[in-house]
């Protein structure tokens, strides 16, 4: 089943790339250009420090997520096998945005190439995606785990969960190839400033010299149903777990809200922008361009103090971790 999920895939982006380069020989525009946060020089210098901070600290605290997990022999669950996969792809996902719109801060002419701008499409919708699925596969997780422990060893084994996640990455490409080659039938032959600081869906359909309402209702049922879908599917889960906490417990109930209290807290703050942003028609891009900051760098920024802080598994791991690093260090002079 995964080998036919991933074949199709392969072939789907086969036929994007293909109407990727008829888009770029038919196109007038060769490239566009994007009005990022601010047009005000002063600004933009503020925003390039503050921005170049919030990038490294996501970068940095996923990275140590990363190794600590791989790492540390006591973190060897499906809830940390996936939480470190969910660092890579918070790692991926700011890096497609937040390294252009840092670099842009310190030039003039802010373009993107017509290749460029559709591949930071594909990547912001495809690890955006990837992420959503990852977030949905946790709260499974967290389900199985708390609802029914005598089963979770059998339910949970490293193979079904290897295949949650390819099953995510499968899932966040189908999704991202739709959307990728929906923008790319359409025409674009005149105004080529992008209101944003990345290129996404919506400020592309406005500059398209066609009508673009069906392609607009297609994007948005698209991007709602996995949202809404994967939403239903998290807020049910959670609800079954607080229901049935009331039989476990004080301790027991404060461990399982420990957990589960760091996974709503991710997904209340990945899941409230992205519904603002794609399940609705585009009104207000200045809006948008402000709430995208939550999901594309803010989130992913603060993923790993939100898991560490009131982890007490992974802050142990990371002191022995770093502690025997520091030690050898020291040996070694």
């Known amino acids: 089943m995964t080998s036919l999920w991933f ?3 392969t072939g789907c982006l ?3 790339a293909a109407q990727l380069t008829n888009a770029v020989i038919t196109s007038r525009v060769k490239e566009f250009i994007l009005i990022g946060l601010s047009e005000s020089r002063g600004v933009q210098g503020l ?5 170049l901070c919030f990038y490294a600290m996501n ?4 990275l ?5 997990v791989m790492s540390s022999q006591h973190l060897n669950s499906p809830m940390y096998f996936f939480l470190c996969y969910l660092s890579f792809v918070d790692i991926c996902y700011s890096s497609v945005t ?19 701008c559709m591949a930071q499409l594909f990547g912001v919708h495809f690890f955006g995606c990837t992420e959503i699925f990852i977030l949905t596969v946790m709260a499974y997780d967290r389900y199985t785990a708390i609802c029914r422990p005598l089963h979770y060893p059998t339910l949970m084994t490293r193979r079904t969960c290897s295949r949650m996640v390819v099953g995510s990455w499968l899932g966040g490409c189908m999704h991202s190839i739709v959307q990728t080659l929906l923008i790319t039938l359409l025409p674009f032959c005149g105004p080529n400033k992008v209101d944003h600081y990345f290129c996404d869906v919506h400020p592309l359909l406005q500059l398209a010299c066609a009508d673009t309402y069906a392609i607009g209702v297609t994007v948005i049922a698209n991007s709602g149903m996995i949202a809404l879908s994967s939403f239903v599917i998290l807020v049910v889960s959670y609800v079954v777990i607080l229901v049935s906490l009331r039989s476990h417990t004080s301790e027991g109930r404060r461990k399982a809200l420990s957990t589960c209290g760091s996974h709503i807290t991710v997904v209340v703050l990945f899941f409230g922008p992205c519904t603002f942003t794609y399940i609705r028609p585009s009104s207000d891009l200045s809006e948008e ?4 900051l939550f999901y594309t ?7 790993p103090l939100i898991y560490t802080l009131r982890n007490k598994e992974v802050k142990s791991a990371m002191r022995k971790l770093w502690g025997r690093r520091v030690d050898s260090e020291e040996g070694k002079v």
């Open 64 to 68: 140590l997520i990363i190794v600590t």
């Open 289 to 292: 361009k402000i709430v995208a």
């Open 297 to 303: 760098i803010i989130t992913p920024m603060l993923n």
């Open 7 to 9: 074949s199709m895939c």
């Open 98 to 116: 937040a390294p252009k719109m840092i670099a842009d801060f310190l030039v003039k002419n802010k373009t993107i190439s017509f290749v460029g």
């Open 14 to 16: 086969l036929c994007m």
């Open 59 to 62: 970068v940095v605290g996923n």
């Open 47 to 51: 925003y390039f420090v503050m921005f």
